[in-house]
């Protein structure tokens, strides 16, 4: 397991007691279902994790970006607020693209 994985993973999973492998993780962070079933792992991930992790899991995961991105949003609007990572950078990006952050 790399250590981006053991890093999220230890983030993810410590506070709510789980103890998903990446693969699981990964598959939440884009599945649409993960908002609809308020998946606290899911929100987790792009609450907590910072982005430049989120950025390099989804890459090592090969997530799709426009999944995770819409998955985002989702939860910010579940929220009543934005994210502080996840909703901002990886739409339309590509699976070893580099971001370019919003100015």
Known sequence: MSIVSV????????????TLSAEQLAAKISDPASAVFFDLSAFSFFSEVDESLQISFLDEMHVDPTAASDLARKFSVLAGYPPPFGAGGVVGRTPGQQMERPV
């Open 7 to 18: 890093k999220i993973l230890s983030t993810v999973n410590a506070p709510y007691g789980t």
